[in-house]
């Protein structure tokens, strides 16, 4: 069950402050060697669609963490916390919780995730946003006394803008995959499993994924990594979790928001439907005619709206969508896409809305319930965060992505993941295709070799 660890009281204190700094994504590594007490948790969260704006979050004054298989009504219990204790400090805007949860909050496998459970909720110490481009970040300190504030601040300005090595910013790593033919066999195979319970009336559609492992020729640092795919990814958003100093990261660059709330307005992405981008403007406009005009894909692609819709009209005073899909391009990818907003009902509770929404048919399938029970049994691994979510939460807004296009960092490489959705009439290989595709459009982001 959610544990919280500290006295709300304290954490009202806070200094708010605004540095010069040059260089974001380089501050963990530095505040490492210099501030002990802020070395971890470390998370970055950064939005395309709000100005290009990014956070990052350095050390705990407060946290909500919900064991591996504790379930989801545990997941909304927290969320529900995190929004009544911000409201209890009558938290300033700058003042929000980061972290995120699982995909299937039931399982209690998890691997060497980052934290390992089902979610967790960070209320950092030191806060710092910064819009895309600029040099100035604002900073927020949270639960200390003035004095002890204000010399952290001064403490970060002072390493917030040492001179960067040249081509830093530009730097990539070198990645050999390691995927077997035994691999690829038993994820078809896989395939051929859902398509016969597809057939037999048990669920509409299924997502399978898989795990991509790539060896690095020298360690991966992940806050290098983060630095490359925020200069280098134009959409959607961008996240990095370390949560403890011998654990992995868990990174991705992901085009889908799961749901936004601002006050009682809810804004969701319905993403399904996936093809190739073309190679030069005319076959790029041709591969999105192919896709829009593809019976299969749409009939993915409606799987996932309606879910969502229905998943939010109990709650919603109205719900709209349009009425054709639009074209989501990608850096190697096209996507149909379908943007959902809706006016809530008043005293709908954010836990309640976000777990009426996920995981939606786009990363579970259709019903969900056995979608997953489909997944778990067919994949025989944890996805743990894996097409879970990452976000946040304000006093009165919150906003959550859906962790796909992302990779679990390790000192000597990483495992990156990539899932297709399975319908009547898929095709094993191309749906294997379909997942390379995906992986490679992070992949390709910072990785100098990989396939």
């Known amino acids: 069950m959610p544990i919280t660890t500290t006295d709300p009281q304290s954490i009202v204190r806070h200094i708010t402050g605004a540095i010069e700094c040059d260089d974001l994504y380089g501050l963990p590594d530095r505040v490492r060697a210099t501030l002990p007490h802020l070395r971890f948790p470390q998370i970055a969260w950064s939005d395309s669609r709000a100005a290009g704006e990014r956070w990052l979050a350095l050390g705990e004054a407060d946290g909500v963490s919900v064991e591996a298989g504790a379930g989801f009504d545990a997941v909304v219990e927290a969320i529900a916390g ?9 938290a300033s805007g700058l003042m929000r919780y980061v972290g995120g949860f699982a995909f299937d909050p039931r399982d209690a496998r998890t691997g060497d995730w980052p934290d ?40 970060i300005g002072r390493i917030a803008c040492p001179s960067r090595v040249a081509g830093a910013r530009d730097a990539r790593v070198r990645l050999e995959p390691r995927v077997s033919a035994q691999r690829k066999e038993a994820w078809i195979a896989g395939v051929r499993d859902a398509l016969r319970e597809i057939a037999s009336g048990k ?38 979790f ?18 936004a709330q601002r006050g009682r307005l809810v804004t969701c992405d319905c993403l399904a439907g996936t093809i190739a981008r073309g190679d030069t403007s005319d076959e790029d406009r041709a591969q999105a005619a192919r896709l829009h005009g593809s019976e299969k894909d749409r009939r993915e692609h409606h799987f996932v709206l309606d879910g969502i819709r229905e998943a939010i009209a109990p709650v919603a005073q109205w719900c709209e969508s349009p009425a054709s899909p639009e074209i989501l391009k990608l850096a190697k990818i096209l996507h149909l ?26 990363v579970a399938g259709s019903p969900r319930t056995e979608a997953m029970d489909l997944i778990r049994r067919i994949e025989g691994r944890s996805r743990a965060w894996y097409a879970g979510a990452v976000g946040w939460i304000g006093a009165d807004e919150a906003d959550f992505a859906v962790a796909i296009r992302s990779a679990i960092v390790r000192d000597g490489g990483m495992t990156v993941f990539g899932g297709a959705g399975i319908v009547s009439g898929s095709d094993p290989e191309a749906e294997w295709e379909e997942t390379a595709r995906k992986t490679a459009s992070l992949t390709s982001l910072f990785a100098e070799s990989a396939e």
Do not use: N, Y
Not at 82 to 90: C, K
Not at 121 to 141: H, K, N, S
Not at 146 to 155: G, H, N, S, Y
Not at 348 to 362: K, Q
């Open 82 to 90: 995190v929004r009544a204790r911000l409201v209890e400090m009558r």
């Open 116 to 155: 390992g459970g089902a979610a967790r909720f960070v209320l950092p110490r030191v806060l710092l946003r910064q819009a895309a481009g600029d040099t100035r970040a604002d900073m927020i300190v949270i639960g200390m006394a003035e004095p002890e504030a204000l010399e952290m601040i001064r403490e």
């Open 203 to 240: 669920v509409r559609k299924v997502v399978l994924s898989q795990d991509i492992d790539l060896d690095a020729a020298a360690p991966c640092d992940p806050w290098s990594i983060a630095r490359v795919i925020d200069a280098r990814s134009p959409h959607g958003f961008r996240f990095c």
């Open 242 to 259: 370390r949560f403890d100093e011998g654990g992995a990261a868990f990174l991705g660059a992901t085009p889908e928001r799961l749901v």
């Open 337 to 362: 896409s379908s943007p959902v907003r809706a006016w809530l009902r008043d005293g709908v509770g954010i836990g309640d809305l976000v777990m009426r929404i996920h995981p939606t048919p786009a």
